[in-house]
C-alpha cells in the first residue's frame, strides 16, 4: 500500500520533551490514538483509520493543554495504518497526513514585542500565529489614529476618538498608552485578562514609552527587542512597505533612533533579535518564545 500523502519537513527540535509527560497525557485525552511512536524529537500518533484524521483538532487541543513540566513542544505525526489493529498482516503505518502540533509555551506571561516601526514585529509575530494556530493571540490595541487600508476595527486596533481614549486613562483602564505621530495608543487591562482567561498566550506590540510603563505595572511579562540590522534597512523596509507618508516616515525614523538607544539599556529586554534573514530571525524568535522554564 503505498502512503497517501507526502512527508512535511521537519524542523530540528533542540530540547527533548519529557516524553513520559507528554504519552501519559496524550493516551488520556485522546484514548483513540492507536500508538504513539515516540522518538527523540518526535511523537508520532497513529490513528487506525484516516477518517479518523478530522479529530486532528482534538489532538491539538490535547496538546495545547499538556502541563506546564512538558518543557518542549512535541512534534506530532499523525498517521494511518489503513487497517485495525486486530489485522496480523497490518502494513507499516502510512504516512496520511503530517503536521506539526505545538504545545502552548512552558511560560506563560505575556510577550511584549517593541522594536522600531518598519523593522518586522508583525511580519515575525505574524508568522508565530500561522505556525501555531491556536495558542497565541495578539493583544487588540486601543488607537486614535484612522484606520490603514484593509485594517478592521477591533481586529488590527479598536479605533476610538480621542474622548473616548482619555475617558479609559482616566479610569486606569490602560496598562500602558502613549502618544505617538499626533495619535494615541494604548492597550486595555480588559483585552489581556479577557485574552488570558480563554488559555491564550497574549503578545503585545509595544513602543518605548509602553514598555516602560508595563515595567512599572504590576504586569509579569517577558520582552522582545526586534532590531534592524542597519538604519538603512530599517528606512528601505519603511519606504517599501509603502503605508507611510514622507513626514511620518521621518518622524519613525527619528523615533527608531531612541528605541535603539533605550533597547541597549542592560535587563530592559529578555532577548534582542536582528531582524535580517526572516527565517533566521523567526527561529530565535520561536525558540526564545518556547524556551523551557528555568528552574
Ligand atoms: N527580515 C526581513 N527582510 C526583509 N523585509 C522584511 C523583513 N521583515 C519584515 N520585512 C518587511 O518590512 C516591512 C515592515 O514590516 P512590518 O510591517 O512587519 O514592521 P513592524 O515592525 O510591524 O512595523 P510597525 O511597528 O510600523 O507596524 C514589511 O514590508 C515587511 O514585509
Known amino acids: 500500500m503505498s502512503p497517501r500523502s507526502h512527508r512535511l519537513p521537519f524542523p530540528a527540535i533542540p530540547h527533548r520533551v519529557p516524553i513520559g509527560a507528554a504519552h501519559r497525557h496524550l493516551h488520556e485525552m485522546a484514548p483513540w490514538v492507536a500508538d504513539l511512536i515516540i522518538g527523540s524529537s518526535t511523537l508520532t500518533a497513529v490513528v487506525p483509520l484516516p477518517s479518523m484524521l478530522p479529530r486532528l483538532t482534538t489532538l491539538s487541543s490535547c496538546l495545547a493543554s499538556l502541563p506546564a513540566h512538558c518543557t518542549r513542544t512535541p512534534t506530532i505525526r499523525l498517521l494511518s495504518r489503513m487497517a485495525t489493529r486486530a489485522s496480523p498482516t497490518s502494513p507499516s503505518p502510512s504516512p496520511i497526513g503530517l503536521t506539526r502540533l505545538a504545545a502552548a509555551p512552558p511560560d506563560h506571561r505575556p510577550i511584549v514585542v517593541s522594536g522600531p516601526s518598519g523593522v518586522g514585529k508583525g511580519t515575525l509575530y505574524n508568522l508565530l500565529f500561522q505556525r501555531h494556530p491556536e495558542t497565541?493571540?495578539?493583544?487588540?490595541?486601543?488607537?486614535?489614529?484612522?484606520?490603514?487600508?484593509?485594517?478592521?476595527?477591533?481586529?488590527?486596533?479598536?479605533?476610538?476618538?480621542?474622548?473616548?481614549?482619555?475617558?479609559?486613562?482616566?479610569?486606569?483602564?490602560?496598562?500602558?498608552?502613549?502618544?505617538?505621530?499626533?495619535?494615541?495608543?494604548?492597550?486595555?487591562?480588559?483585552?489581556?485578562?479577557?485574552?488570558?482567561?480563554?488559555?491564550?498566550?497574549?503578545?503585545?506590540?509595544?513602543?518605548?514609552?509602553?514598555?516602560?510603563?508595563?515595567?512599572?505595572?504590576?504586569?509579569?511579562?517577558?520582552?522582545?527587542?526586534?532590531?534592524?540590522?542597519?538604519?538603512?534597512?530599517?528606512?528601505?523596509?519603511?519606504?517599501?512597505?509603502?503605508?507611510?507618508?514622507?513626514?511620518?516616515?521621518?518622524?519613525?525614523?527619528?523615533?527608531?533612533?531612541?528605541?535603539?538607544?533605550?533597547?541597549?539599556?542592560?535587563?530592559?529586554?529578555?532577548?534582542?533579535?536582528?531582524?535580517?534573514?526572516?527565517?533566521?530571525?523567526?527561529?530565535?524568535?520561536?525558540?526564545?518564545?518556547?524556551?523551557?522554564?528555568?528552574?
Request: hydrophobic letters at 30%; a negative charge; charged letters at 30%.
Open 136 to 295: 497565541f493571540c495578539l493583544s487588540v490595541s486601543h488607537t486614535t489614529r484612522a484606520p490603514r487600508d484593509g485594517e478592521q476595527d477591533g481586529v488590527h486596533y479598536h479605533f476610538v476618538p480621542m474622548e473616548s481614549f482619555e475617558d479609559l486613562i482616566a479610569k486606569d483602564g490602560f496598562v500602558e498608552h502613549a502618544k505617538f505621530s499626533g495619535n494615541r495608543y494604548g492597550t486595555s487591562k480588559m483585552t489581556i485578562e479577557e485574552q488570558t482567561k480563554k488559555g491564550k498566550i497574549v503578545l503585545l506590540d509595544i513602543e518605548m514609552e509602553g514598555v516602560r510603563q508595563i515595567k512599572q505595572s504590576s504586569i509579569s511579562a517577558r520582552y522582545v527587542f526586534i532590531s534592524p540590522p542597519s538604519v538603512e534597512v530599517l528606512e528601505s523596509r519603511l519606504r517599501g512597505r509603502g503605508t507611510e507618508k514622507e513626514e511620518n516616515i521621518q518622524k519613525r525614523l527619528a523615533q527608531a533612533k531612541n528605541e535603539l538607544e533605550y533597547s541597549q539599556i542592560p535587563g530592559v529586554h529578555d532577548k534582542i533579535i536582528v531582524n535580517d534573514d526572516l527565517e533566521r530571525a523567526y527561529k530565535e524568535f520561536e525558540d526564545f518564545v518556547y524556551k523551557p522554564l528555568e528552574s
